[in-house]
């Protein structure tokens, strides 16, 4: 059975040169994201795949806030360009099947967000080449709702930060603890290795 690859995260940056950003409102929409597909090579052992998206929205910064520009000075939105990108290892267990659903579980796990203004020098076979992880999650247990074997479906979740630290972006202080202090909830549709989504801001 080919599994749809699994998003379960996102993140939510915003900030100020004071670092003093308020937190996001409850519900409030605070990331948008796609992915493309992932090398088998970057794939951990023992684990069923690799979730690694781009950002495609994040707080209210602009698209040469989150993608390298072009020879004409425009946004590329690829993930070849993008400055911030999630990562995390998953794995997944079809739980049962009936005529019209597959359900399969995303247990527990780790994430991260990485940042860097050189997206030129990523190695997607070589993690160490990604950039630098300014925030950490734990992403909660999720359920995968299929009607066609798990190659398409939705998925919802909650991801909880666990740490977070400062660096620049264009001259500028940021930390993601100062806009979702208590994490985000994410909704996503799959079709096969590819996957598009939202995450919304949590409260306590």
Not at 15 to 20: E, I, K, L, P, V
Not at 63 to 85: E, N
Not at 96 to 105: A, G, K, V
Request: charged letters at 15%; hydrophobic letters at 40%.
């Amino acid at each position: 059975m080919k599994l749809a690859t699994i998003v379960t995260l996102g993140i939510l940056l915003v900030g100020s040169s004071t670092s003093n950003a308020q937190p996001a409102g409850m519900s409030q929409v605070v990331l948008a994201y796609s992915n493309e597909s992932v090398p088998p090579s970057a794939t951990l052992p023992g684990f069923d795949g690799l979730c690694l998206i781009y950002y495609t929205l994040i707080g209210d910064l602009d698209l040469k806030s989150l993608f390298a520009l072009d020879a004409d000075g425009q946004p590329v939105v690829d993930r070849a360009h993008a400055y911030f990108i999630w990562v995390s290892d998953y794995n997944a267990q079809v739980l049962t099947e009936n005529e019209e659903f597959t359900f399969i579980l995303i247990p527990e796990g780790t994430g991260a967000i990485y940042y860097t203004d050189r997206p030129d020098l990523r190695d997607w076979t070589n993690r160490s080449t990604w950039g630098d992880p300014v925030a950490k999650f734990v992403r909660k247990a999720g359920m995968f709702q299929s009607r066609d074997g798990g190659n398409s479906g939705t998925l919802a979740n909650t991801a909880q930060m666990v740490s977070s630290k400062h660096f620049n972006l264009h001259g500028k202080t940021f930390n993601f603890k100062d806009l979702i202090p208590h994490g985000m909830t994410c909704f996503e549709t799959a079709v096969g290795d590819y996957e598009a989504g939202i995450c919304v801001a949590i409260g306590k």
